[in-house]
């Protein structure tokens, strides 16, 4: 790809700054990013990417345990789930 192509597909890259860090927390960054063999500034991106990950899979298991909430059946005897999983089980012969 050419070099003029490459910078209308590639995803623009902005510059953060992050401001009165304390001394401690940021001496503990830069140890922790070289212990990882790892600039800073990739160590802060990775936890910044994991955060987020993290916070959007947290709203999908959200929204995941309010549907089963909605849905779940009522009333349900353990005996009648008992019965249900052996019956499945004898089906698949693993029973």
């Known amino acids: 790809m ?3 192509a490459r910078r209308y597909t590639e995803p ?6 992050i401001r009165s860090v ?3 927390m940021a001496a503990a ?3 922790e990013a070289a212990r ?6 990739d160590y802060l991106k990775e ?3 994991r955060d987020l990950a993290e916070h959007v899979a947290s709203r999908h298991r959200a929204a995941l345990y309010a549907e ?3 849905t779940s059946p009522r009333n349900v005897r353990r005996e009648d789930t008992a019965g249900a999983l052996a019956e499945v089980r004898r089906e ?4």
């Open 47 to 49: 936890l910044i990417a």
């Open 12 to 17: 623009m890259a902005t510059n953060l700054q």
């Open 22 to 24: 304390d001394e401690e």
């Open 68 to 70: 089963i909430a909605e």
């Open 2 to 4: 050419q070099e003029h």
């Open 36 to 41: 990882r063999r790892m600039s800073l500034s």
């Open 29 to 31: 960054a830069k140890a």
């Open 92 to 95: 698949m012969g693993t029973g």
